[in-house]
C-alpha cells in the first residue's frame, strides 16, 4: 500500500491498489478521495478533512483547513 499526503492536514494518508496489492486479497481501502471543484482544480483529502468542510466547497475551503499538529 502506499500513501500521499492530504492537501488539506499534511497527512500521509493510506491509497489502496497498485503493485503493492497484486497478490493480496485483503480488505484494504483508500483513507481519502481526490475532489474536483468547478475552478479546475483538485485536491486529495483525508476523509476527517472531507467531514471538516462546509457543504458546497470550494478551494478556498480547503486551503483554510488547519493542519494537523500532532
Given amino acids: ?5 492530504c492537501d ?3 497527512t500521509e494518508v493510506s491509497i489502496a491498489g497498485g503493485i ?3 497478490w493480496s486479497f ?3 481501502t483508500t483513507d481519502g478521495m481526490t475532489l474536483e471543484f468547478e475552478d479546475g482544480s483538485e485536491h ?3 476523509y476527517a478533512c472531507i467531514e471538516r468542510l462546509p457543504d458546497y466547497p470550494t ?12
Avoid at 500500500?1 to 499526503?5: E, I, L, R
Fill in 59 to 70: 478551494s478556498e475551503d480547503v486551503a483554510a483547513l488547519p493542519e494537523r499538529t500532532e
Fill in 1 to 5: 500500500m502506499t500513501t500521499d499526503p
Fill in 44 to 46: 486529495f483529502l483525508c
Fill in 26 to 28: 485483503g480488505g484494504q
Fill in 8 to 10: 488539506g492536514c499534511g
Fill in 20 to 22: 503493492a496489492n497484486l
